[in-house]
């Protein structure tokens, strides 16, 4: 949409509301809701001024006044409001220079696809992320100075398989690490992914499909390629209609990364290519029919790898689910087809559809500081002329310890990915994309984080120590 479209959406539409939505450092959305009469050339031209300190990791209560100005090709109409409305995403911007503000994710991620453009290196750098999720039906838990806990359950739980329900115990369900893919009634969230799917497309979304995943209540749609900026609003959407779909059926999704032990994490697989003149970048004659400037684009996201978990893997429990020795992406290999290293370069028979793929981000990360520091990792790998090293081509969950010992891994914690930002930032910073301001600011939050839960008594302790 442009300017023009929205306002004359909202008037042939009777659109009562504008719900103006924007991220938070940590990636969630945000939203404040105004009747559609403001909405008007001069409101799309100078935005919306709010309070930046009410934000954590933003403003102090001295310099709070910001301002969000509305991208009007991001606009589309909200299914799940009684009163017709229309959301709109938001880029945020100083009030007194007009200049988009430093820790505003959205506003990284087009700097990144403008850093790419003046590059030389291409025009477009387009995202595929492969985000999963849970549902349940029942989520406590408790933080307290003497109590820690907590406690999921849903019907189709592999662990309900002799639980006394007042209907009776139909009994299909998948098992641990058995979700993959067997059809109705074993898998019995057919009606309410189709739900979220088809709501998504009505919102206008690039969708293609949905299935269960390999653990018990994870589940996977799927969200077509874009561009970086745009598929960082596309996965804000596809997370906001997951939730609320769900919520719609008295379920709870999450997308925590490790909501429940001895089965499979929740991870985000993005797809990643680069496009210039209308040519593809990353198709080639090299290693699996890729170009020499797609190694080097591998090459810079193996060596940056442990500073990217920072923004691919961004909390605590990002690192239950990235454990070497199990089914996870740590070790820092790439291959063709070969799903145990954390870059995959999937199999495909057109070179339009030439990409890299990188299996070891999940989807509590947000999505725009995800996108451009893959992007910004994989241009310093080009720039650089970075060599990747040979494939793997070899199993690498079976290869034995002495062959283990020589492939890197990823960081094993959020504190180590924390440390290994700190000492390899550099290149997040070309082109002022990243500011060092901006990521101070963001480890702060994450050192908030990781305080908490290091300072935090856990139950398997107590099981383990208390008798000692």
Not at 112 to 129: H, Q, T
Not at 184 to 207: C, F, H, N, W
Not at 404 to 411: D, Q, R
């Amino acid at each position: 949409m442009s300017k023009s479209d929205m306002l004359k959406t909202i008037k042939d539409e009777d659109v009562e509301y504008v719900d103006i939505r924007f991220t938070d450092p940590r990636g969630k959305l945000q939203h404040v809701t105004v009747l559609s009469d403001q909405v008007d050339e001069d409101f799309l031209d100078e935005g919306f001024m709010f309070d930046g300190s009410s934000i954590a990791g933003w403003k102090s209560i001295d310099q709070s006044d910001m301002k969000l100005m509305p991208d009007p090709s991001s606009s589309y109409m909200d299914p799940f409001f009684a009163e017709k409305t229309m959301a709109v995403h938001c880029s945020v911007h100083e009030p007194d220079t007009g200049e988009l503000y430093n820790r505003d994710p959205r506003g990284t991620a087009q700097l990144a696809e403008a850093y790419l453009k003046e590059s030389g290196i291409g025009d477009v750098a387009y995202m595929g992320p492969e985000a999963e999720f849970f549902l349940f039906d029942d989520v406590k838990y408790q933080v307290g100075i003497n109590k820690v806990s907590y406690e999921v359950d849903a019907i189709d739980a592999s662990w309900n398989t002799d639980t006394d329900y007042e209907m009776g115990n139909m009994g299909h369900r998948p098992g641990v690490k058995g979700g993959y893919f067997p059809v109705p009634p074993v898998d019995d969230a057919q009606d309410i992914r189709s739900e979220m799917l088809s709501t998504m497309k009505r919102m206008g979304m690039k969708v293609d499909k949905h299935h269960h995943e390999v653990a018990s209540c994870q589940h996977e749609l799927g969200l077509i390629f874009s561009s970086l900026t745009d598929q960082g609003d596309q996965l804000q959407k596809y997370k906001y209609v997951i939730h609320q779909v769900a919520h719609a059926y008295g379920k709870s999704a999450t997308f925590m990364p490790k909501p429940i032990a001895g089965d499979n994490g929740t991870g985000m697989h993005v797809n990643m290519s680069i496009w210039k003149d209308g040519k593809p970048l990353f198709a080639g004659d090299k290693y699996a029919d890729l170009s020499q400037e797609a190694l080097w684009y591998i090459g810079g996201i193996l060596k940056h790898a442990k500073a990217l978990n920072a923004f691919t893997n961004p909390g605590t429990n990002s690192y239950k689910r990235l454990i070497p020795g199990f089914e996870a992406p740590v070790l820092r290999a790439y291959s063709a087809r070969n799903r145990s290293g954390c870059v995959r370069i999937p199999w495909t028979e057109s070179p339009k559809a030439k990409r890299v793929e990188a299996r070891f981000p999940d989807p509590s990360s947000n999505p725009y500081l995800c996108f451009s520091a893959l992007l910004m990792a994989g241009l310093d790998g080009i720039k650089n002329k970075i060599d990747p090293g040979d494939p793997m081509d070899k199993d690498l969950y079976d290869l034995p310890p002495e062959e283990l010992e020589g492939i890197p891994t990823v960081c094993a914690s959020l504190r180590e990915a924390m440390d290994e930002l700190e000492a390899d930032m550099d290149f997040l910073l070309a082109g002022d994309v990243f500011t060092r301001d901006q990521i101070e600011g963001y480890m702060e939050l994450k050192w908030e984080e990781i305080y908490a839960y290091e300072h935090t008594p856990h139950p398997i302790e107590f099981k383990m120590y208390y008798s000692c």
